[in-house]
Nanobody, 115 residues
Framework: QVQLVESGGGLVQPGGSLRLSCAAS????????MGWYRQAPGKQRELVAT???????DYSDFVKGRFTISRDNAKNTVYLQMNSLQPEDTAVYYC?????????WGQGTQVTVSS
């Protein structure tokens, strides 16, 4: 059983920063790709960033240059550093790990960007 627990969300003003964390259970962490998704009210869940087990990263265009995904295998944790946040970044952010045909998700953490 894989468990993912996100933290670090909150309310931030436009232009501000937040760092999200996703702690994964078990010893599976270092072997798998990890990702961050987000879902805004009334919209579909969308990919934000991914990181392979080997460290290669990929970002959606709307966060390139502002967000950085990283991982600490010793802590079984993946991070999302978010800078220059804008109101359109407001969403629930989810951690994801695909293992075979199964997608595992955390419970999500709310990020609200507002003045």
């Amino acid at each position: 059983q894989v468990q993912l627990v996100e933290s670090g969300g909150g309310l931030v003003q436009p232009g501000g920063s937040l760092r999200l964390s996703c702690a994964a259970s078990g010893s599976i962490f270092s072997r798998y790709n990890m990702g961050w998704y987000r879902q805004a009210p009334g919209k579909q869940r969308e990919l934000v960033a991914t990181m392979t087990s080997g460290g290669r990263t990929d970002y959606s265009d709307f966060v390139k240059g502002r967000f950085t995904i990283s991982r600490d295998n010793a802590k079984n944790t993946v991070y999302l550093q978010m800078n220059s946040l804008q109101p359109e970044d407001t969403a629930v952010y989810y951690c994801n790990v695909p293992i075979g045909s199964v997608d595992y998700w955390g419970q999500g953490t709310q990020v609200t960007v507002s003045s």
